[in-house]
């Protein structure tokens, strides 16, 4: 007798921002079988190979099932829940009333594709006057979000499966992923011969190796390269004139900007052929529409927030907005940055862009005598201990704290340095859901359900959330009792209970999650109590986008919710007409505002030339983190997950192989102001002299069934400065670390 096979069960990957939706089978509590879900409204049953090796991280065997108490002597007992949650509430409390709240700084918001936990946050927080966050995002997209800011008040997204002609800016989508479809969208570009690509990298990625145009520029001289190809547009007179005429402030500074670069010059500083610099511009010019793609390669590099800046030129300039296949504005379900202003943080004055302390300066935030230090902290979903700049300062910090709580799956390096560790529900094991809703003119959301009920012992975030409010007493239960009547009565009934609620008791506005959470959860479907928080995402999005809400088939925001809840491979919940671009553009005269002095006055000072970041001692740029076919974030510790370069080899040319003495597969010390460590080489066609890679996702380490501990690979931040950073949003210099390597002496026995 056969026993039938388990029912496909829809989800999504969880190892980038486009969480691709999946379909998996299950045997007892591992994902047995895993493809694309071709229900899907945005991946439409595309994968690439990692999304098959989820399991890993299901099943990881450094999974936390109980909470955890550091003792004196740094080792951990397991406690209960209900001392945990008393003793943690009780501490921030103390902090909160010796220093005051805002000396509690909060890390995190939901790992990669697990942001509904982070929607319940915010209620703690409020509660305890918390002001200061950050995340992964003032590590990379700080810098950009300023510009957006400042441009057209948003953040865009291209159209890339009907540009004519697609640019990737220090991005490698055939690895890196970032958009729906993505190496299907790319095959198509390669095959269509009026299409064209154009990749601004000094690697031969996959994806350059696709391109039509392919400027591979000297590490760190983006910005060179993106000045001369936007000066070629004014010199030539290729600019969409009546674009800017019609739709934006500003042009004139930026056109006699431009109007005084050398593009021969400029070329030949940033290390690419003048003539095929001009061809890539004038293709640009020459097309109906254009997409653009910025990443880490420059948002994590000399000039990162110049080179925004320029990069985003190429398409204003050329007038490739609000049409099909070019540059949109789009809606968000959720926002993934706070309120626009930029504030300072209390010790080192760095700016505070988008709501986001610039991780660099964390450490420095913390380990000082300054009265206005950060005290405690909480990270949720993150790894601050392995993941910023200059790891060995972020430790000695950590362990500065009076408290530090972590909320994880598995004794992180972060983990391991806390007060209390709380283990939380994988994200196979609740309802979760990711925010980077980026797409226009259809864009998703995808409510997953729990494949399984959450391991024993842990609990999802919104619940650990909840019991915490609930600790601090700062609502009566009483005051919930008619919301909780009204949610029985369905949606329509309760969305009037609420709004009368929180207008006549503005206390509860403070803690809204909570709110939600406690009172409309309990009426959801089983499982999808921790949805609850979507339901105010909803009436939001339909308030906000109310036609493309419409459009996308919901009548209203409690039609959205409906169908959020209904859709378990995910729904579409906005469609755009592309005029409604214009009405997403924040500034009142509905312009694109070009002009941003500080940058025009950047880019003056390209003339000078590169600075010399190099040196005799250290005369290699290192880009540190590079993403690979197995290589991921944090969130896969299990090393037994790749099949190939289990070391995280360092990727070198095949010059410096040979000046240095190294071989392939042999080892090499790399050097760098920060530190240093032994990496297995790897010598490749792909890297410029004077260029190596270390992969991202290594260096954590991992302890087996066997009890045995193992670190594959080194730790990218080992390597790295926290003052190596952009001079606007602090981002970090990783693509771009001075090093010195050497090779190793194998050992005889």
């Known amino acids: 007798m056969t026993t039938p096979s388990a029912p496909w069960q829809p989800t999504a990957c969880i190892l980038c921002e486009c969480n691709c939706g999946i379909v998996v089978q299950l045997d007892g509590r591992s994902l047995a079988k895993i493809r694309g879900d071709k229900d899907h409204p945005a991946s439409q049953g595309y994968t690439c190979n990692k999304a098959l090796r989820l399991d890993h991280y299901q099943n990881n065997p450094t999974r936390l099932t109980a909470p955890m108490r550091r003792r004196p002597d740094g080792g951990y007992d397991e406690i209960d829940w209900d001392t945990a949650i008393a003793e943690i509430a009780e501490g921030f409390t103390r902090i909160r009333d010796s220093y005051g709240g805002d000396k509690i700084f909060y890390y995190g918001g939901g790992g990669q594709g697990n942001h509904v936990g982070g929607a319940y946050s915010g209620a703690f927080l409020k509660a305890l006057g918390a002001r200061y966050r950050s995340n992964a995002l003032a590590q990379e997209k700080t810098g950009e979000f300023w510009v957006d800011s400042q441009l057209y008040g948003g953040h865009t997204r291209g159209e890339f499966e009907h540009a004519e002609v697609s640019v990737f800016v220090g991005k490698n989508p055939w690895m890196s992923q970032s958009f729906p479809r993505a190496r299907t969208v790319l095959q198509d570009i390669a095959k269509d011969p009026h299409r064209s690509m154009i990749v601004i990298d000094p690697v031969i990625t996959d994806t350059a ?11 760190g001289t983006d910005a060179w390269c993106l000045a001369a190809m936007a000066a070629v ?36 500083r940033c290390g690419v052929d003048a003539d095929l610099l001009r061809a890539a511009a004038r293709r640009i010019a020459a097309a109906s529409s254009v997409s653009v793609f910025e990443d880490l390669g420059i948002q994590q590099a000399p000039n990162s927030t110049l080179s925004s800046y320029l990069n985003k030129m190429l398409w204003i300039l050329t007038g490739n907005f609000a049409k099909r296949g070019g540059q949109h504005l789009h809606s968000s379900f959720a926002p993934l940055f706070g309120a626009g202003g930029v504030g300072r943080t209390p010790v080192t004055g760095a700016p505070v862009i988008a709501g986001l302390v610039p991780s660099n300066v964390v450490a420095e935030e913390i380990n000082t005598d300054h009265p206005d230090r950060f005290r405690a902290m909480i990270v949720e979903s993150s790894n601050p201990a392995h993941s910023l700049a200059d790891s060995a300062a972020v430790r000695e910090a950590l362990a500065a704290l009076e408290l530090l709580v972590v909320v994880d799956v598995a004794m992180t390096e972060t983990a391991r340095l806390a007060h209390y560790v709380l283990p939380a529900a994988s994200q196979f094991e609740k309802a979760e859901a990711t925010f980077f809703n980026l797409e226009f003119p259809h864009n998703t959301f995808h409510l997953r359900h729990p494949l399984m009920d959450p391991a024993p012992g842990t609990l999802p975030e919104p619940e650990i959330w909840a019991r915490l409010v609930r600790a601090l007493g700062v609502v009566d239960d009483a005051e919930l009792q008619p919301l909780r009547r009204a949610a029985a009565d369905g949606l329509d009934a309760y969305a009037q209970a609420f709004f009368a609620a929180v207008g006549a008791n503005p206390a509860l506005g403070r803690v809204l999650p909570y709110v939600l959470y406690e009172t409309l959860g309990p009426v959801l479907p089983q499982g999808l109590a921790g949805a609850a928080a979507l339901w105010g995402l909803a009436q939001k999005a339909a308030m906000t986008y109310p036609d493309a809400v419409r459009r996308a088939g919901h009548a209203d925001g409690n039609a959205l919710f409906t169908a959020i809840l209904s859709s378990p491979s995910g729904v579409t919940f906005t469609e755009h007409e592309y005029a409604d671009d214009w009405g997403l553009i924040s500034h009142a005269d509905g312009k694109i505002a070009l002009a941003i002095p500080e940058l025009l006055a950047d880019l003056g000072a390209l003339a000078a030339g590169p600075a010399q970041l190099t040196s005799a001692e250290f005369p290699i740029v290192l880009s540190a983190g590079e993403r690979r076919a197995f290589t991921a974030n944090d969130i896969f510790r299990d090393p037994a997950w790749r099949k190939r370069d289990a070391d995280g080899a360092l990727r ?81 210099w990783h693509k771009h670390v001075p090093a010195r390597i050497s090779a190793v002496a194998p050992v005889t026995v």
């Open 209 to 219: 190796k696709l391109a039509d145009f392919h400027l591979r520029v000297r590490p």
């Open 233 to 268: 547009l004014v010199q030539e007179n290729l600019c969409d004139e009546a674009f800017l005429a019609e739709h934006v402030t500003g042009a004139e500074p930026v056109r006699d900007a431009l109007a005084a670069v050398n593009v021969d010059g400029y070329a030949a």
């Open 652 to 732: 070198v040319s095949v010059q410096d192989a040979q000046a240095l003495g190294l071989v392939d597969g042999g080892r090499a010390r790399i050097s760098t102001a920060a530190g240093s460590a032994e990496a297995t080489v790897e010598i490749s066609a792909a890297m410029l002299p004077g260029h190596a890679a270390l992969p991202n996702g290594f260096g954590l380490d991992f302890v087996g069934a066997d009890g045995i501990s193992t670190v594959p690979g080194v730790a990218p931040n080992a390597l790295t400065s926290a003052d190596w950073r952009d001079a606007y949003a602090g981002t970090p």
